[in-house]
């Protein structure tokens, strides 16, 4: 491993202790919990430049070369939690959405089960995949619809993205937490189009294909929002 200040160090060991602490699933950056401190204490060191360098080495120290895992679970718990914590970092940044770039492409891409990480760690940074980049990656594609869509809305091909919801929608069971995904993304994703009212019809127009809970919760986000459908 590339040699890190003390002051890197010390963040990087930081974060790999509460990442091994929390063992959930599905962190969550809020609340009084170990994960939710450090997420803020993360936040706060953007403020002081010595700080946020560290970090930053930090982060991309664990994204290069990261720890050992012991199972698959504890790699999946790793690469999520690097993730959630990723998402509010801001000083220079594009070193980490490149960093995040070469775990999906080439020599040094991630496992395929791995892949969805380090997709939205990519993107939720700023950074923007080309087509054929997007379509490459169908072991995302097949295990996780949603994130899949998502980085093709936020790389700005919205509508190749609606053709591929629609089309997951008509052929593929969503399971509850990517069903979860789909309703909190939908509000984010409108922003991507110049034309709200062009937006909501095509909500309208998935509702109208979609069955059982797709369909309900489509109509609800609707119903939500005053949208007639």
């Given at each position: 491993?590339?040699?890190?200040n ?12 509460t990442?091994?602490a929390?063992?959930?699933r ?21 403020s002081d430049?010595v700080?946020?360098v560290?970090v930053?080495?930090?982060f991309?120290?664990l ?11 504890d790699?999946v ?7 959630l914590?990723s ?6 940044k ?7 770039h070469?775990r999906?492409?080439?020599?040094h891409?991630?496992?395929?089960n ?9 993107i939720?940074l ?5 087509l054929?980049?997007i ?24 509508y ?18 990517q ?8 509000e ?6 110049p034309?709200?009212?062009?937006y909501?019809q095509?909500?309208?127009?998935l ?13 609800k986000?609707?119903t939500?929002?005053?949208?007639n459908h």
């Amino acid at each position: 491993m590339a040699k890190l200040n003390i002051r890197a160090q010390t963040w990087r060991d930081k974060i790999v202790k509460t990442i091994i602490a929390e063992r959930s699933r599905y962190p969550n950056r809020s609340g009084n919990t170990p994960f939710g401190r450090l997420a803020d204490k993360l936040e706060e060191a953007e403020s002081d430049k010595v700080e946020a360098v560290a970090v930053l080495d930090a982060f991309l120290s664990l994204i290069n070369e990261p720890p050992r895992t012991q199972s698959d679970e504890d790699a999946v718990t790793y690469w999520r939690s690097l993730w959630l914590l990723s998402k509010s970092l801001e000083y220079e940044k594009d070193k980490l959405t490149l960093a995040f770039h070469s775990r999906l492409f080439g020599k040094h891409a991630l496992p395929d089960n791995l892949k969805v990480f380090a997709l939205n760690g990519f993107i939720e940074l700023g950074g923007n995949l080309t087509l054929q980049e997007i379509h490459s990656l169908g072991a995302v594609k097949n295990s996780n619809p949603v994130a899949w869509i998502n980085a093709m809305i936020k790389s700005s091909h919205h509508y190749h993205a609606f053709a591929a919801l629609q089309d997951t929608l008509t052929s593929t069971t969503l399971t509850v937490h990517q069903l979860k995904g789909l309703v909190i993304n939908l509000e984010g994703w409108g922003k991507y189009f110049p034309n709200p009212d062009d937006y909501n019809q095509k909500i309208v127009n998935l509702w109208k294909i979609s069955k059982g809970d797709v369909h309900q919760h489509l109509g609800k986000w609707l119903t939500r929002r005053n949208i007639n459908h």
